[in-house]
């Protein structure tokens, strides 16, 4: 064989092995396998979320001096963040409880619970929006939106 | 005879207590009205600590050693709930107080310790672990439904009496009730000094807890 057929067969092999590493990658693109990753991959993407809300409630609720760029900071993050969880309570975090402040309805409703998420990613796309402005009248109403959307869910389909 | 029975400061208490409690339960629960949730249990935790020490201090009507009875008086009180006229609560009433104001009391003070797990912190958690505040956090949320219930049998209670001509409920208003026997007038302590102390224990409770 010449040099070009060379080329071409190893070109095609290397294509072949990477698409198959990417597919197989792909086929375990969550970060969880088991029940209980799932609960804590979940568990730690709400710590975070709740950890980054609370940084800006101390600057919505006069705790903490407004400073305007980590507000901003803090709501991309939250932005971010807001999408990480949900994806946990579907596969093999699919009406898993245990160990978990979750309650079993979240999958008897599962329709209403994924609206509910909507509405919560929704209210802090528009918190991030706010947080542009700079302008603390534009993002407490934007804020409370924030929190009642935690709240929904908390009520519910959450263990006291 | 008319009786003097409950003094400005215990019905200043049971009226201001029904507005807060009222203003407590539909602010309860619900994010958008936590701050003013907060504060409203504050006013609570005062009105119910110079409650209790009215009952040591007050007028002899409001006084717990006169109220809280045996369990003999219980049982011939509930045998004739409309015997004689009652200078103080009724052995059972006396109970459904203490009760109350336990249930009550026990709410204000678990407030105190609870995270809504969102943005609001009582002002005592940072004092207990994340495990105990959950668990006042839960209590404080559930409680509440038993204390509807308690709240509810002591509006009935009050409501039958009425409608059996005693007037209860009004003597709450004016502070007098009327005796077919004479009785010896109860010893009344001006209710200004309830209110006094209610202020000043408004005053170090926002102060501290505000």
Request: hydrophobic letters at 50%.
């Amino acid at each position: 064989m010449s040099i070009k057929s060379w080329i071409a067969v190893a070109t095609i092999g290397i294509t072949a092995i990477t698409g198959w590493a990417i597919t197989a990658n792909h086929a375990q693109a969550s970060a969880f396998t088991t029940a209980s990753d799932a609960v804590e991959y979940r568990q730690k993407a709400f710590s975070l979320i709740r950890e980054n809300f609370a940084y800006m409630s101390g600057m919505v609720r006069g705790e903490r001096d407004y400073d305007a760029e980590a507000f901003k900071q803090r709501a991309q993050a939250l932005y971010h963040l807001s999408h990480i969880p949900f994806e946990a309570f579907t596969g093999a975090g699919e009406n898993v409880t245990a160990n978990s402040d979750a309650l079993p309805v979240i999958w008897e409703n599962w329709s209403d619970f994924e609206s509910k998420r909507d509405t919560f990613q929704a209210a802090v796309k528009e918190l991030v929006s706010a947080a542009a402005s700079e302008n603390m009248r534009e993002i407490r109403p934007k804020f409370m939106d924030t929190a009642r959307g935690c709240q929904q869910c908390h009520q519910g389909y959450r263990a006291d | 005879m008319v009786v003097t029975l409950w003094d400005a400061f215990i019905r200043g208490f049971h009226w201001l207590l029904v507005f807060v409690v009222t203003g407590l339960w539909l602010t309860g629960g619900n994010i958008t009205y936590i701050d003013i949730h907060h504060k409203l249990g504050l006013i609570a935790l005062a009105l119910l600590l110079t409650r209790i020490i009215w009952g040591f201090v007050g007028s002899e009507s409001a006084r717990f050693s006169r109220f809280i009875r045996g369990p003999q008086a219980i049982i011939s009180h509930i045998r004739n709930p409309l015997k004689g006229t009652w200078l103080t609560h009724n052995p059972v009433g006396g109970w459904a107080v203490v009760l109350m104001i336990v249930a009550l009391l026990a709410q204000a003070i678990t407030g105190l310790f609870t995270d809504d797990a969102i943005f609001f912190r009582g002002p005592l958690a940072h004092l207990l672990s994340n495990e105990w505040v959950r668990t006042l956090t839960s209590y404080h949320k559930q409680a509440f439904d038993w204390i509807l219930i308690l709240l509810a049998i002591h509006v009935l209670a009050n409501a039958l009496y009425s409608i059996k001509g005693k007037r209860l409920m009004s003597a709450m208003v004016t502070g007098k009730i009327e005796s077919e026997k004479p009785v010896e007038q109860p010893k009344i302590v001006h209710g200004g000094y309830g209110f006094g102390l209610l202020a000043f224990n408004l005053i170090w409770i926002f102060w501290w807890l505000g």
